[in-house]
């Protein structure tokens, strides 16, 4: 990014801040948290501490950084080096990544530029570089409604599994826009503000559906056949068991009047253990949330701070109060519609506020100020002279 | 304190809770009134509990006079406290509370609530309702069985192949009582490393040195591979170098480096000597936690090394092409080796 260009887009930041500083949201135990951010040169700082509401505002005004971040941890100590902070727990978290979940539209919207020929293309990236063999591959990728779809829907599962399996309640799990590619959810004193690495890494397996046995649901590889119907589980019954029961009766849907245990009943005979196994864990998988994993285990984590812009795109980290009524391309827009000329360089059609942009390459060209900001971000574009 | 009425033939099962204590205490008895012949059957149940610990690794039952098995519960203590052996101490408890984990398999459920309540703080719910295929007889809350299950690594102990219902975990008797086998363990040691050896009579004194001498000696770390550094795991490998450098290593390259040295077949003090260079060293604590892992702590439980999966998740995997496809640092150059050969031939 060109210096113009930093300055430029600080300067935006701060008038934002300036005008909603008061929607930047505290963390709990604020005094307790360790503070970083990361400034338009890039720099990241971190280890910082707030004694309130009020200077930790005051810091993100002054500064008005690329992007803003806080430790899901508490600490004895935030402002010390990792190893001396004393951990005393921690917010149970998960991210929700669209650039992690398979999406269709992924193929038309990302792109990759090998660092080592130059070479580039629209698509998913390759693990080596077809012109050079090279490994050194940057991507660019961008969000669309349609992969950021499909991460809500991985989100809603996730609150489905915590609200239902680990009986938390709906109103104690913070949601929240990431602002850019997807989601955080995050529980404030539940009863894992204290687990260790081993127990949130269990918990991960879980949510995401990893190494369901098939003996969980009443059978095992020398399983006789008698009374196996009754041991399969029903579309009611809790857990996975249950989850496992509806993935396979949705994707029956033809057949309905058969019942689930009648399904994997037939399909137990019909295929044996090691095929079952391998449709069950299918299933587990498909049924789970991708999340990533890192980020629910690792104890020492900073996540961008609620309310802040996200120096990528100019989007907000915003608060989902409905989830399933959220539209992030509308409702985390921060910035307006003043226009502004910016060159852009090369970027893929995307849209804001239903409004349509691009294809654009090699063009100077007059933007709405949030189309223009989420290229500015992106290092797709800068400003004009 | 529990709650509804122990008989002494609960307090002769169940001889570490604080109700056996004052029982004893109330019938205020010295160590030289034990050592009188009035109570020679006391003191040699006592000698035959630690004997059988040290034989068969379990201490029996022996219900047919239950003041017998309580007096002689605390008498075996300072047996075992006053030989003053580290691993006799472990075997000691270990053999305790695999009898005890037999008798809380035919326990009445009332009172197995009460002893977890009480004595490990697990809030353990009687179950009446079924709610999968199988009977579950109590549930637990998910953070109270995490915290323990966790330590197994067989996945039918992981949380998704368990019954789970807002918030609770659904379990049968037998895998309630498993789960907390360790922590019995740990209670009967922590009463051991606690205890202070009183004047003991002369009798006592023979019968001490007599479990000294059959007490076998600390376990051998087995069969050592003999693997040279320098074949060790690229994370391996990054572990070592930290340490070298006298940097601090995150705890979970410490585990790796651990459990992987142990399990090449490396003897704890090798491995202390390593640790020794590291800014924090504290040697009694860095000697726990290594015999810990090797197994001679706390148990029989031998830790194996974390699979690259998991490493991968806590950011310590430092992937080479020589790993190639292998799922545990431990693999490292076998199974790259076993490739090739069936390529030769
Ligand atoms: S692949 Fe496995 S062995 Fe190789 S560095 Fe990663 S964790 Fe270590
Ligand atoms: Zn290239
Ligand atoms: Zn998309």
Known sequence: ?385 | MISIDLGQEDLAKYPFLDEAGDYIKARDLSLVDISQPDFNRVIRRARQRVLQAIRSREVSGEMDTPEIEILSFPIALILVKAANLDHLISRYSHAEAIRVEKFLEDEREDLIVEIFRNILKINVILVTSKISFSKHNYKISIIDYLRRATRFHELQWKLINRTVDDGNVYLKSNELIRLIRQEIESKIQDKLKEMVVPQLPQSFIKTIQELSILSPPPPKLTGKVNISPDKYPPCVKAALDLLKKGENLPHYGRFLLTTYLVNIGESVDEIMSLYSRSPDFNERITKYQVEHIAGLKGGRVKYTCPSCRTLITHGFCFKTKECNKIRNPLQFGVKTNLKSNKKRK
Not at chain 1, 170 to 193: E, R
Request: hydrophobic share 35%; aromatic share 10%; net charge neutral.
């Open chain 1, 1 to 385: 990014m060109d210096k113009k260009t930093s300055i430029f887009l600080k300067k935006k930041f701060k008038e934002y801040y300036f005008r909603h500083i008061e929607a930047i949201e505290s963390p709990s135990r604020i005094k307790e948290r360790e503070f970083g951010y990361m400034t338009f040169d890039r720099i990241m700082i971190r280890h910082i501490s707030f004694q309130n509401s009020g200077d930790m505002q005051a810091r993100i005004l002054k500064e008005s950084p690329n992007s803003v971040y806080y430790s899901t941890s508490f600490y004895e100590e935030p402002s010390l080096p990792m190893h001396e902070k004393g951990w005393k727990g921690g917010d149970f978290t998960f991210d929700i990544d669209a650039d992690t979940l398979s999406s269709p539209c992924r193929k038309d919207h990302d792109k990759w530029i090998c660092r080592i020929c130059g070479m580039q293309q629209v698509g998913i990236k390759p693990k080596k570089c077809p012109s050079c063999k090279g490994t050194r591959i940057h991507e660019i990728n961008i969000a669309c409604g349609i992969c950021l779809d499909d991460a809500k829907n991985e989100a809603i599962k996730l609150q489905d599994i915590l609200i239902n399996d680990f009986g938390i309640q709906k109103a104690n799990i913070d949601t929240f826009f990431s602002g850019s590619m997807g989601y955080h959810l995050s529980i404030a004193n539940s009863d894992f503000a204290e687990a260790n690495q081993a127990v949130r890494s269990d918990i991960v397996d879980y949510v995401s559906g990893q190494a369901f046995l098939p003996e969980s649901l009443g059978v095992s590889r020398k399983s006789s056949y008698e009374n196996m119907i009754d041991r399969f589980p029903s579309e009611s019954e809790k857990g996975w068991r249950g989850r496992i029961a509806r993935y396979l009766k949705d994707q029956q849907n033809r057949e309905k009047h058969m019942d689930t245990q009648m399904i994997l009943t037939e399909l137990f005979q019909k295929v044996g253990y090691r095929k079952f196994k391998l449709a069950i864990e299918e299933a587990a998988k498909k049924s789970g949330a991708t999340i990533d994993p890192a980020v629910t285990t690792d104890i020492h984590r900073i996540l961008r701070l609620p309310g802040t812009l996200h120096g990528k795109t100019g989007l907000l980290k915003k608060r989902c109060k409905n989830l399933e009524n959220f539209s992030p391309l509308d409702d985390a827009i921060a910035f307006g519609s003043d226009p502004i000329k910016v060159i852009v360089d090369d970027s893929p059609q995307f849209s804001l506020m239903e409004e349509q942009f691009g294809p654009f390459k090699s063009e100077s060209i007059e933007l709405p100020m949030m189309a223009a900001i989420y290229l500015l971000g992106q290092d797709m574009a800068k400003v004009d002279e």
